[in-house]
């Protein structure tokens, strides 16, 4: 379609020639993401166009036209310099119903006798939302504007209205809200400060996943009979989990206390829901687990804590549901093949790692499911199906987040106590945890924690004195090499593996290094040289 000729003929047509004509253009390019780069400034004056028609007394199809027409051409980053002014900005709040600035909602035709049906209002409202989702997200111009009229404001305005939002109103009024508090970080502490943000959110979160308080941090147990979350209500939970996120990275105070409890008890009736498909549970579960870890960890207690449901004698009289949810998802995230690590695994396991730092009854049910007293001790740890296994084999790998995470959680539920990790790990899997906490000699971390003992098994007993430390098994017996060789001949081997490191040495291939008194790895020739100033000390005295 020929722009030209689509800008001459707008110039003199009227509402119905309008909406026409735009509506051809929008069916042309309904589903065109990538754009003629010589119609740039074609495009530009045709978003000057639409924007001067919306600020015409026009009925509502066209309104909802020419938004369509204006989502279309904010595909392109280049073309968005007319909407991404306060006029614009203002333009398309009041489409959407924000009562963004000083100049509030636009309601010009709620007095007309031949006012448009709610029905027709709510395709503009949604249009032009959308409209606003990309203007935001591809036009840091448009951000600023959005923060100088106030767009944040209207869209809290919209949130105490959220009961009664149709899907989509609801759906692109949380995206909107979740892409300016993700783009404009200094929007987030006015967000929560001025505008109760986050209570608002927690509102609507609680009315979507239709929670039913039985206690002060206690929903009800979902219905196990019930029907699964309606795909709808799942949307729009994710969104408004995405934009608390995104307000819950500042520091919390302690006011905020009672709100953030509140949404750990409903983050915990999220997990135990069920959506209409398992990949969607997933996702929803993920996200959860992303606030979690925003929260404050002395929070984590009412994943445990449900006085009302009840919970086991054997863990306390605490309730583990939730725990075992997370442990479930921390699996299937590990077992995901091309999965990103990083992305996918390693909050499961940040949360599950404070959680257990911080509260003991979760790392002991923990524990028991994922590091159980060892039998079997003639299997390499790192080998096998079993979660231990799992986590072992991530203890080693490439990404060092992945790895360092990895090793944190084994490390916590052992108590941050070395023995306990190399007796389930072996010292070579957890060598890398070791140098990096200054532990190669041994020790514990500087968390305390119960005195309570793990009791070993009567075959870890027994095997104890043949376990390999550094491969964390026993070892099938191997011939030993040099046991039919003579004295000059092991002299001579061991000089020439002497040699061997030298060279090295000198090329700098590799660097022979030593553990300090206190734990960290130095240069051999250092460690050497502290060595024997301590004991130079101690002859002194």
């Known amino acids: 379609m020929d722009l030209n000729n689509v800008l001459s003929r707008l110039e003199v047509a009227d509402g119905g020639e309008t909406e026409e004509l735009l509506r051809r253009f929008n069916r042309e390019n309904n589903h065109v993401f990538t754009f003629d780069q010589k119609e740039e400034a074609l495009r530009r004056k045709l978003c ?4 001067s028609v919306l600020g015409r007394q026009v009925q509502p199809a066209c309104q909802r036209t020419c938004l369509e027409t204006l989502r279309i051409l904010s595909r392109d980053k280049c073309v968005l310099a007319p909407v991404a002014t306060r006029e614009g900005m203002m333009t398309l709040g009041a489409m959407a119903r924000l009562r963004a600035g000083e100049d509030g909602g636009d309601d010009r035709n709620s007095s007309r006798e031949d006012a448009p049906s709610e029905e027709e209002e709510e395709r503009v409202v949604v249009e032009a939302l959308k409209c606003l989702c990309n203007v935001v997200y591809n036009s840091p111009a448009a951000q600023q504007v959005s923060v100088e009229v106030q767009l ?6 919209s949130l105490r209205a959220a009961r009664t939002w ?9 995206r909107l809200l979740f892409l300016l508090s993700a783009l404009r970080p200094d929007v987030r502490g006015v967000l929560r400060r001025e505008w109760h943000a986050v209570k608002l959110l927690t509102e609507v979160l609680e009315h979507t996943l239709d929670v039913c308080w039985v206690g002060p941090y206690e929903a009800a147990r979902p219905d196990s009979q019930a029907l699964p979350m309606p795909a709808e209500d799942n949307e729009r939970a994710m969104e408004a989990l995405k934009a608390l996120f995104n307000l819950t990275l500042l520091d919390a105070g302690e006011e905020d206390d009672h709100q953030f409890r509140l949404i750990a008890a409903i983050l915990r009736h999220l997990l135990m829901l069920k959506t209409e498909t398992e990949e969607k549970t997933e996702e929803a579960h993920s996200h959860a687990i992303n606030l979690l870890n925003n929260l404050p960890v002395s929070c984590l207690d009412v994943l445990i804590d449900v006085p009302v449901q009840g919970g086991l004698e054997k863990h306390g009289g605490k309730n583990v549901d939730a725990v075992q949810v997370l442990i479930d998802f921390m699996e299937k995230r590990i077992d995901k093949q091309g999965s990103n690590y990083k992305e996918g695994l390693t909050p499961v396991l940040s949360l599950l790692t404070e959680g257990s730092r911080q509260h003991r009854e979760i790392r002991r049910y923990i524990k028991a499911q994922v590091l159980p007293p060892l039998k079997d001790v003639k299997i390499r740890p790192e080998i096998g199906t079993a979660i231990r296994n799992k986590l072992v084999r991530l203890m080693t790998h490439v990404d060092m987040g992945v790895k ?19 007796k389930y790990t072996g010292y070579g899997n957890a060598a890398g945890l070791l140098v990096a906490r200054g532990l190669l000699a041994g020790g514990r971390g500087e968390t305390q924690y119960s005195e309570d003992e793990d009791s070993d098994t009567e075959e870890y007993k027994s095997a104890k004195p043949f376990i390999n430390p550094i491969t964390g098994h026993v070892e099938e017996p191997m011939p030993n090499p040099i046991e039919e060789m003579t004295e000059e001949q092991k002299e001579y081997e061991a000089q020439k593996l002497v040699n061997m490191f030298d060279k090295l040495s000198r090329q700098n291939v590799i660097r ?21 100033e301590d004991n130079s000390g101690s002859d002194s005295d």
């Open 512 to 532: 022979p290094m030593g553990v300090r008194p206190d734990g960290t790895l130095a240069p051999l020739e250092e460690t050497l040289r502290d060595t024997s």
């Open 152 to 157: 944040a404001n209207g869209l809290c305005a």
């Open 48 to 51: 000057q166009s639409v924007l």
């Open 166 to 174: 149709h899907h989509e109103v609801g759906l692109f009024t949380l």
């Open 404 to 422: 360092q995470t990895a090793a944190e959680f084994l490390f916590v539920l052992c108590k941050e106590s070395v023995d306990n990790l190399l």
